[in-house]
């Protein structure tokens, strides 16, 4: 096969990829910014980007900051870069970043437009720059926080087929950007809904109940110490196959060990199988001593297991659904600083004793502690779903500009 096509085309394209410059496939042109010094240069009605605003993606209104005037506009090197056109950031922190803008804006002279010609198509150049950005990083000047010059962008290389595969290319690939958007947006509004429903569904501090309810609970809630609600398990076991090794982390909680994604330190572990493990059940409460103010809290929802006994494990009759949502509060969790111990902040430590006097209002009956066990539950789990499907989107994605691109 050529060096010169990609691994994966439509079908009936079998030409060459041509090499061009950049220079060649458009107009490249670096914005500017008004003086600071000169108050009426600003807040007029012309949009401005920095190339913070330049990530690697679709550029919308909504990454506009600032705004300029026609007088600044005017008094300095901006002008205004049409819809449709290619942005790169090229100096600093986003040096190499790619955007591709959706509407007429300015821009700050970190930021290089490129309007392309009558044979490219911008949404490709855009696709196929992402896979360049190595390239583009090649020639950055400087230290860390240096930059490409224009005259340097001009001449960087890329492969283009015709405009009709270009175009083919393009559809593809922004109807997968426009589903991994989609589905973003649909994450951040659901998980806005799940703090609200936290929120509105647990007492602050000045209530006797929460301001929502389910329909039929009304009997106000009643106030506890955790050791009134959990009992600490102190069972010990070695590995078996009815009790198999887990692991717990501050993201996921109770996983697999071979689930975990970093930080795998089995090997470390010396006569594993006669090592003495604390034993959780599925249902039970965990958290670990030293990082439970970052969220370390979490309920076993995997299988029953053992653990390392650095873990702290609390056993309880409520709704153990219910109770995660309590404990793992970013109030009830800010409280916890309160009763942990220790004279470096770093190195405090939440004690099992000191864990139990903490106390908290419940909801009064299991039927209502399980209706919003349940409900957060279900929630937690769509997002998860949800989380999931992006993520294989976003392969999906990578796998594409890697294979259909020279």
Not at 33 to 45: A, D, K, L
Not at 152 to 173: D, G, H, M, S
Not at 367 to 384: M, N, T
Request: with cysteine; glycine share 4%.
């Amino acid at each position: 096969m050529s060096k010169n096509v990609p691994e994966i085309r439509f079908k009936n394209y079998n030409s060459e990829w041509q090499i061009k410059q950049l220079s060649e496939i458009g107009t490249l042109k670096a914005g500017g910014t008004p003086s600071t010094f000169v108050q009426s240069f600003w807040n007029g009605n012309i949009n401005w980007l920095q190339s913070g605003a330049v990530q690697n993606n679709v550029v919308y209104p909504n990454a506009v900051t600032k705004r300029i005037s026609q007088e600044g506009l005017e008094h300095s090197s901006a002008y205004i870069i049409k819809e449709d056109s290619v942005l790169i950031a090229i100096t600093g922190a986003t040096c190499a970043n790619v955007g591709y803008l959706t509407f007429p804006s300015a821009a700050n002279q970190s930021v290089v437009a490129i309007k392309n010609g009558d044979e490219t198509n911008s949404k490709f150049l855009f696709q196929n720059l992402l896979t360049q950005r190595a390239q583009i990083l090649s020639f950055r000047g400087g230290s860390a926080q240096g930059g490409v010059s224009l005259s340097t962008l001009k001449k960087i290389k890329v492969l283009v087929p015709t405009l009709k595969e270009q175009n083919n290319i393009a559809r593809l690939l922004s109807s997968l950007d426009l589903m991994i958007e989609n589905l973003t947006a649909k994450i951040v509004s659901l998980n806005q809904f799940r703090e609200a429903s936290l929120c509105f569904m647990f007492p602050t501090s000045n209530q006797a109940s929460p301001t929502l309810r389910f329909e039929g609970f009304s009997e106000p809630w009643k106030e506890v110490s955790m050791n009134d609600v959990f009992t600490e398990r102190h069972e010990i076991s070695t590995i078996t196959k009815q009790l198999p090794q887990l692991s717990f982390t501050i993201a996921e909680g109770v996983i697999f060990p071979e689930d975990r994604k970093s930080n795998k330190r089995d090997f470390l572990i010396k006569d594993k199988d006669n090592k003495k493990y604390l034993v959780t059940r599925r249902g039970d409460i965990i958290y670990n001593p030293a990082n439970v103010i970052y969220g370390a809290i979490h309920q076993n929802h995997l299988t029953d297991g053992v653990v390392s006994p650095i873990y702290k494990i609390f056993k309880t009759e409520q709704d153990p659904n219910f109770m995660e949502y309590l404990v793992r509060r970013p109030s009830f969790i800010k409280e916890m600083t309160i009763y942990m111990e220790g004279t470096v902040t770093k190195l405090k430590t939440l004690k099992p004793e000191s864990f139990l006097k903490m106390k908290a209002l419940i909801a009064p009956t299991l039927d209502e502690q399980k209706a919003i066990g349940s409900f957060l539950r279900s929630l937690d789990e769509r997002i998860s779903i949800e989380s999931h499907r992006l993520e294989k989107l976003k392969r999906i994605k990578t796998a594409c500009l890697d294979k259909m691109f020279v």
